[in-house]
């Protein structure tokens, strides 16, 4: 394994411009309306709404992952910990792996990628995870871009 990236705790701007983080902060009562994009670049395009239950595994990342015309929401149900792991698009759309950030999202985080955002697979850690994910497809191969790296790139994790 050629390279390894420190994951940081995942705060409320950690994403700004590839994505949004829902998380409550304390506030009593707090209500945060419009508080991620709902992007749909394809009027064919319908919503899926995915229950996913992921198994956890080691923090490496070996893929990479966009959906171009769609945002993608991944809602936490059961507290489970997980990986954000974005990159912006190169010039030429590819991932830039150069500026790829990684965090620990803890459970009570939900992750919304922007239409575009290369992101790595969801990547549960401690136990198995429970999500609601949505995202607009049309059952076509625009739905999901995947570029599998040459060689996966180890996240350190702090406890």
């Not at 996913?52 to 070996?62: E, F, Q, S």
Request: hydrophobic share 40%; glycine share 10%; proline share 9%.
């Amino acid at each position: 394994m050629a390279k390894t990236i420190a994951a940081r705790a995942l705060t409320t701007g950690a994403l700004d411009g590839l994505g949004q983080v829902l998380m409550a902060d304390g506030r009593p009562g707090q209500r945060d309306e419009y508080a991620a994009t709902t992007d749909n670049l394809r009027p064919q395009a319908k919503l899926n709404v995915t229950f996913m239950r992921v198994d956890p595994k080691p923090p490496l990342i070996g893929a990479v992952e966009r959906h171009r015309h769609s945002m993608q929401l991944f809602v936490p149900m059961n507290g489970a910990r997980y990986l954000a792991a974005v990159c912006p698009p190169k010039p030429d759309g590819g991932p830039d792996l150069e500026k790829l950030a990684v965090y620990v999202a803890d459970g009570g985080q939900a992750v919304n990628y922007n239409a575009g955002t290369w992101h790595a697979p969801l990547t549960v850690l401690d136990r198995p995870g429970e999500f609601t994910m949505l995202r607009h497809d049309d059952g076509g191969p625009e739905d999901t871009e995947l570029v599998k790296l040459e060689e996966p790139i180890a996240v350190k994790v702090a406890e």
